[in-house]
Every structure is written in structure tokens, then in C-alpha cells.
């Protein structure tokens, strides 16, 4: 049984004095997971940009109007070429992002069962992010060959309602629920520098531990504060608090593989090794992660050399899935929400984008 969580010692676990704070997560890093080893995955944009959801984070909802360029569904032979590369540079695993709302009984949906079954026939651990998810959508991506499902909770609950106003945060543990049930494994964290508090960071946490099951990987992200977003004015976070972040996750999250993802181009390489010492245990590779920046193969690899790190294989945590006969035409009904209460940032950056581009 998972240890329960009270937002007291978790917070007296994250502002504890640091060099205490990273060898206490080391130490349980090391119980737990091989130290050596780090888990490269490569994050991939299959579909980008023009979202009909507000979070105040992302260049790829179509409100902000920002200035990245927009994708159709990308077909199975332009994935498996990016699969390719990937796994020639070392990624165990693909995780393909597309900007959707939710997932659609559609047939972009049937392309993207195609894509899963392509890139786990190159044995390479698949992982998708598409946004809400269903229980009979979750369990096709399973048959295709699906190995997780990503779908982060960002913040604390009271915290989501300042970035996001399309959605709930119940909708989100839905979603992470359904993929559950179609024993998908998951892949579930959250941003830090978008303007929440110590304690917001240390609920999403206490969240995340205390689901029956807590994910198996924790992707924790500092905020790439991009132009044309609400958040552009956000301060790049100090190194010294993503350290704090990477080393509690472990400590609360001591079974999950804690992966170091956004933000990685604003750190020193010290920086980062100190986050693999308090516990990271995955990057995401690759010059871009979805449309922000993220530091290149080669550099990445000079770290590993440095720091005596080795990529993990392929499916060292868990069986490879295998792809079965695919069952199309679900009926379910779908009940996600849309709270629409008022963010005042995202209206007055809707509108503000929306002038410059009328040339106002
Ligand atoms: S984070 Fe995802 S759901 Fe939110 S606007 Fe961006 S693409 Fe859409």
C-alpha cells in the first residue's frame, strides 16, 4: 500500500536545508532505482498548435497567437523516420504530443493507433499525450501497443483555476483514471515558475502519491516563459528551486522514475547533475520539446560522459505491450467539462494578440 501524504511534511520536506534535502533523496534514489542509468526519452509533435484550450503556459493554444508554425497529423512514415533517429540516438522511448482538447472517435484517432503500432513494432516504449481520454479510447491505444499515457496535472487543484479555464482539474484525474483502467502505465506532473506557490507544488505532489496507484513517471517542468503567452513575463525559475522539486518528488515518490523536462536549456550542467544526484532519472532529448527549446543530443551525451550516466533500455521497468486486433466504434458518451470561469491574463492576451495581428 502507498504511503498517505499530509501537506505538513511534505512541505517540511521541501524547504529543508538543501544539501540535507538532496542526500536524503539520493540515498532513497539509490534504494530504488539503478543511479547510473537515465531514461532518455524524445518528445515528439505530431499534431501542433491551434488548441481550443486556454492554459496560460502553452504557444499552442490557437487564442494567444504566437508565432509557432502549425502541423496537420503527421502520417506513419514521417513518424517512424523521427522514431528512427530518436532510437539511433539513444531514446528508449517516443512520447507523441498532439494538440487536442480530447482524444476524437475519429479518423485522426485510427491514424494515431497507426502510429502506436508502428513505433512499438521498432520496440521502442510508446507514450502518447492527447489530451482527455475515455476508458474505451485509453483501452484501443492499449491494444495498439500504447505503454503510457501522459497527461500531467501541472498544479495543485486550486492553482489550475489561475492558468486553465477551459477544463477542470477533476477532468484531468478522470482521464488519468480511464488510462488506468485500461492498465496503460502513467505519466503525470506538473510546471513550476508559473507564478504558484511552495504549497501548490507540494499538493499537486500529495495528489499524485496519493492516487491508488501513483504514476510511474513524474515529469517535472520549469516554465518556458514563451511570447504571446499569458505566463511571457514569468521569471526563469532559480536552479536552486528545481533542485528542491526533483528531490521531493523522489522522496514522496520513491517508486516513480522522476523525469527532468522543460527548462533544461536555462540550466548549468551543474545544475542538472545535481538534479540526477537528488533523483532525476529521465530527460527528454531531442533540440525541441513539442515547440520550446531543449539542449541537443551531443551536449546531452557530454553530460552523460561527465557525469558517468548511461541511457536505460527499452522496457528495463516494465513488458513490452503487444499489439492486438483493434476494435473501432466505441459508443461512450463523453461528459468532459468546461468551467469557463475568468482568467483575467488569458482574456487580456487573447485580445492583445488579436490586435497586433489585425495590425492595431
Ligand atoms: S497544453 Fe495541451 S491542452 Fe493546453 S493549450 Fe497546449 S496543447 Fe492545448
Not at 504558484?196 to 496507484?213: F, G, P, Q, V, W
Not at 540550466?267 to 532525476?280: I, R, V, Y
Request: charged fraction near 25%; aromatic fraction near 6%.
Amino acid at each position: 500500500m502507498n504511503r498517505k501524504w499530509e501537506l505538513k511534511e511534505v512541505l517540511d520536506i521541501y524547504n529543508g536545508p538543501l544539501l540535507e534535502l538532496v542526500f536524503r533523496a539520493a540515498k532513497l534514489h539509490r534504494e530504488h532505482h539503478n543511479s547510473r542509468k537515465v531514461q532518455i526519452s524524445t518528445l515528439l509533435s505530431i499534431k501542433t498548435g491551434g488548441c481550443p484550450e486556454d492554459c496560460s503556459y502553452c504557444p499552442q493554444a490557437a487564442r494567444y497567437h504566437t508565432d509557432i508554425e502549425k502541423n496537420e497529423l503527421m502520417t506513419v512514415e514521417q513518424v517512424r523516420s523521427a522514431a528512427l533517429t530518436a532510437q539511433a540516438n539513444g531514446s528508449s522511448r517516443l512520447c507523441m504530443g498532439a494538440a487536442w482538447r480530447n482524444v476524437k472517435n475519429n479518423s485522426d484517432f485510427d491514424q494515431v493507433i497507426d502510429l502506436v503500432k508502428t513505433v512499438n513494432g521498432l520496440d521502442m516504449e510508446v507514450c502518447c499525450t492527447l489530451g482527455m481520454l475515455t476508458e474505451n479510447q485509453a483501452k484501443r491505444l492499449a491494444d495498439a501497443g500504447l505503454y503510457a499515457y501522459n497527461h500531467n496535472l501541472d498544479s495543485s487543484e486550486e492553482f489550475y483555476k489561475e492558468i486553465i479555464s477551459t477544463r477542470g482539474y477533476e477532468d484531468r484525474l478522470e482521464t488519468l483514471d480511464n488510462a488506468r483502467k485500461a492498465n496503460l502505465t502513467l505519466c503525470s506532473g506538473g510546471i513550476i515558475g508559473m507564478g504558484e506557490t511552495s504549497e501548490d507544488r507540494c499538493k499537486m505532489l500529495i495528489t499524485l502519491a496519493n492516487l491508488e496507484t501513483p504514476p510511474e513517471s513524474v515529469p517535472i517542468n520549469a516554465l518556458v516563459a514563451v511570447e504571446g503567452t499569458p505566463l511571457e513575463e514569468q521569471k526563469t525559475i532559480p536552479i536552486w528551486e528545481m533542485i528542491r522539486m526533483v528531490a521531493t518528488t523522489r522522496i514522496v515518490l520513491p517508486g516513480s522514475v522522476v523525469r527532468l523536462s522543460a527548462g533544461r536549456t536555462e540550466m548549468s550542467s551543474e545544475g542538472q547533475a545535481l538534479c540526477f544526484l537528488a533523483g532525476a532519472g529521465s530527460i527528454f532529448a531531442g533540440n525541441k520539446l513539442l515547440t520550446t527549446p531543449n539542449p541537443d543530443f551531443v551536449e546531452d551525451m557530454d553530460l552523460f560522459n561527465i557525469l558517468g550516466l548511461k541511457p536505460e533500455k527499452a522496457f528495463a521497468n516494465g513488458k513490452q505491450p503487444k499489439t492486438k486486433f483493434d476494435e473501432k466504434g466505441s459508443k461512450e458518451k463523453v461528459k468532459w467539462s468546461r468551467p469557463d470561469h475568468k482568467i483575467e491574463k488569458n482574456i487580456e492576451y487573447s485580445k492583445k494578440r488579436k490586435a497586433v495581428q489585425k495590425g492595431k
